[in-house]
DNA sequence: GTGAAAGCGCTAACAT
DNA sequence: ATGTTAGCGCTTTCAC
C-alpha cells in the first residue's frame, strides 16, 4: 500500500474502526470477548491503514520482548548455522525475531552472561544448543527467570515440553550395525570429549551393538578425541598404529571422521577398500569429498524448526501443546563412499 | 550483586542520588551539561542499584530500537557463521544486540520484507551480506528509510562509511602469480555465477595476471559455475575432458575447488602431482580434507568486525568516523597442498 | 545546569 | 461486550 508519511498507530486504527484503543488492542491480541462485528471492522481498519503493532510498545506493557534468543557455545559453527536456519523458519512465522548468542567460550561468567541478556531484552524465550544445554546450571538458572526455553539435546535431560532430542545411541548402533553387516569384526571408535553426555551417549550406542552382536570391546579399540579435526587425525593415527588395526573406524562425529580420513589417506590405507570410516552428523563437507563420509544425517534443520515450535507454544503458555510436538528425532544413516566390505585378507580376523 | 526483588527503573536511580529522573537520563545519554559532580552522584547511584536502562523503553521514546539486522541470503551458511561470528564481537561492545535475517532465495519480496523487518523492529543498523550486498535496489530502499548500514563487498560500490571490501581481484592475480611461478602455463578457471560482481572481480583478477605474464586466454579454459560444490565438480569434468587438458584450475570459491577435486580423484588424476587446484574463500573444511587445498583467506570474521565497528559509529551519527575505520581487505594466499610444479612432461606445453 | 509535564504505543485493571 | 484511566520506563519539550 501506499507508504504514508507515518506509520499507523493503534489510535489511527481505533478513530478509523470507532471503537476504541482497547478494543483494537483486544483484536490485536485475539481475545474471545469481542463480538464478531467489531471484530471485522476492527481487522478492515487494520488493513486499510495497513497497520502493525509496535512489538516495543507492546514488549513495555507486556514487560516481554518478541524476541527469542539462540544460546550457542561459540566452537563449531558449522553446527549453529544449520540448526539457526531451522530455529528461524519456525518462529517468524511465529512473529518471533531471532536474537542470537553466543558465549564465549572458556568464560566460567557464561550463564550470568546469559541471565543478563534475558533480563536486558526480556525475552520471551531461548534456544540452547548443545553442549551448553546440557549443563544443569544454566537449567537451573532458567527455571528461576521468567523465560521460557528449550533445549537441544543428545540424552532425554528434560520433558517433553522442554527438549528436542536426537537419538544418538540408536544412530550409533545402526552405524555399528552396518558396518558388522559389510564383516567388519574389527572396529576402533573415536570418543568425544570426556565430559560430553551426547559423546557419551554415541559411545554408549557403539557397545550396544558390538555386544548385541557377540563382538569384544576392546581396549586398544577405543581412543579419545574432543570431536575437533586435529583429534581426529591423532586419534586415527593411534588406531591405526598398531599391530593388528581395524579394518573400520567409528567417530563421534564428522570433523574427527575427517580427520581420520586424512590420516588414513597419509599412511597410503585406501578408503573404503582397506579401512572403512564413518562420521556423525552429516556436516556439508562430508558429501563433498572423495570418497564421500557415510554419515548420520543429524536433521539440524528440523531441530531448529521443532524447538521454536515448542517454545512458541510455551510462550502463548500452552505446555501440553509444546508437549505435543514431536520431542525425539530418529536419526538416519547415510551410507556414503566410505565404507565397503571388509578386505578379504584379514576377514575373520576379531582382534 | 543481590539480585533484588524488581529491577532498578530510572525512578529508583533519581531517588537514590537525589536528582530528577531527566537527569539521570541526561548521565545515561551522556549529555555534555551535567556538572562533573552530579554525574558522579549519579553513576554511583547507578552502581549501588545494578541498574541498567532498559532498551525497549528507551527504544520507544528513540523511536528507534538497539538492534542491528544481519541480512544474508540462505544460501551458503558456511559463510555466515563466521561474518556473523565478527560482527558479535563488536555490536555487542557497543550494547547492540544482533537479530539475523536470512532472505527466501528466490523470492522477489525480499526487499519489502526487509524494510518490514526495520520498520517493525525499527533496527538501528543493518549490515548486508554478499550477494545481496550488491542489489542497488536494496541500497535505494535504505538510502530512504530511516536505518544505517554498512555492506559487505567485494567490490567497491560504496563509499568508506558505508562499506567494508575485499580485494578479491588482486587475490585472485596473487593466485594465478603462484600457479605461474610454479611452471603452469595452461591454467582453467571455473567462474561463479553470471550476475556476480564478486566473481566477475575474480575473474578479473585472474585475467589480469594472465596478461601481465603474457600468457592467452584460451576460450577453452574458461567453464562457468554458480559458487556450489555440483558445479565444480561438472565444471571439472569440462575442463579435463579436452585433449589439452590444463594442468591448474582455479576456482572461484572452495565449493567449487572441492567440486574440482573430487572430479579428478574420480578421472584418477593425481592432485597435486599431476594437476594443481587453487580455490578462494578459505571455508573451514578446505584445511580437512587431503590433500589440503591452496585457497585465499577472505578474513570473514575481520570483515564482520569492521562492518559493526562502522555501523555502530554511523548509529552514533558519526560519519567521519564510521568513513575512517578500514574499509578494504587485503587477502592472504594459503599455500596448501593442492599446488605443486607443473608435471615435467607436460611442462612448457602452452596451449 | 536542572526539573516538571507530556507523551512514545501499547495493555491492565477497573469501570460500564 | 466495550470504554476509561492509569501506567510500563524512558526521553523530549520547555520551563526555571
Redesign the interface.
Known amino acids: 500500500m501506499a507508504q504514508n508519511s507515518k506509520?499507523a498507530t493503534i489510535n489511527d486504527v481505533a478513530r478509523e474502526a470507532g471503537v476504541s484503543k482497547k478494543t483494537v488492542s483486544r483484536v490485536i491480541n485475539k481475545s474471545p470477548e469481542v463480538t464478531q462485528k467489531t471484530y471485522q471492522k476492527v481487522e478492515q481498519a487494520i488493513a486499510r491503514l495497513d497497520y502493525?503493532p509496535?512489538?516495543?510498545?507492546r514488549?513495555?506493557s507486556f514487560r516481554r520482548?518478541f524476541?527469542f534468543g539462540l544460546i550457542y557455545d561459540?566452537v563449531n559453527?558449522?553446527f549453529?548455522?544449520?540448526i539457526?536456519?531451522g530455529v528461524?523458519d519456525k518462529s517468524r512465522s511465529e512473529g518471533y525475531?531471532?536474537?542470537?548468542?553466543?558465549c564465549e567460550h572458556g568464560n566460567s561468567q557464561w550463564i550470568d552472561e546469559v541471565r543478563?541478556?534475558i533480563?536486558?531484552?526480556?525475552l520471551a524465550g531461548v534456544i540452547v544448543l548443545p553442549p551448553l544445554s546440557e549443563n544443569p546450571e544454566l537449567v537451573k538458572m532458567l527455571k528461576g527467570v521468567d523465560c521460557e526455553y528449550v533445549r537441544i539435546l543428545s540424552v532425554p535431560l528434560d520433558d517433553d515440553a522442554h527438549m528436542v532430542q536426537s537419538d544418538d545411541r540408536s544412530a550409533v548402533a545402526q552405524i555399528a550395525d552396518h558396518l558388522i553387516e559389510l564383516g567388519h569384526r574389527n572396529i576402533g571408535f573415536i570418543h568425544g570429549p570426556k565430559g560430553s553426555q551426547a559423546a557419551a551417549e554415541r559411545y554408549a550406542g557403539f557397545s550396544d551393538a558390538l555386544l548385541r552382536n557377540k563382538l569384544k570391546l576392546l581396549k586398544r579399540n577405543l581412543v579419545w578425541g574432543d570431536h575437533s579435526?586435529a583429534s581426529g587425525v591423532v586419534g586415527a593415527h593411534k588406531l591405526l598404529g598398531g599391530k593388528t588395526r581395524p579394518s573400520a573406524i567409528v567417530a563421534s562425529n564428522d570433523?574427527m571422521a575427517?580427520?581420520a580420513?586424512?590420516a588414513a589417506?597419509?599412511l597410503g590405507i585406501d578408503v573404503p577398500s582397506q579401512l572403512s570410516i564413518v562420521g556423525f552428523d552429516d556436516e556439508?563437507?562430508a558429501?563433498?569429498?572423495?570418497p564421500?563420509l557415510t554419515t548420520v544425517n543429524h536433521n539440524l534443520k528440523r531441530m531448529g524448526q521443532l524447538a521454536s515450535e515448542k517454545l512458541a507454544a510455551l510462550c502463548r503458555n500452552q505446555p501440553e501443546q509444546a508437549a505435543q510436538v514431536q520431542s525425539v528425532i530418529c536419526l538416519d544413516l547415510i551410507v556414503r563412499e566410505s565404507t565397503a566390505k571388509v578386505p578379504p585378507e584379514i576377514q575373520g580376523n576379531d582382534n
Chains 1, 2 share one sequence.
Do not use: W
Not at 533480563?119 to 526480556?122: C, F, G
Open positions: 506509520k502493525t509496535d512489538p516495543q510498545a514488549g513495555l520482548s524476541l561459540n559453527t558449522a549453529i548455522a544449520d539457526q536456519d528461524l525475531e531471532l536474537v542470537v548468542h553466543p543478563l541478556l533480563d536486558r531484552l526480556k579435526f570433523e575427517l580427520g580420513m586424512v589417506a597419509k556439508p563437507q558429501a563433498k569429498i572423495y564421500s
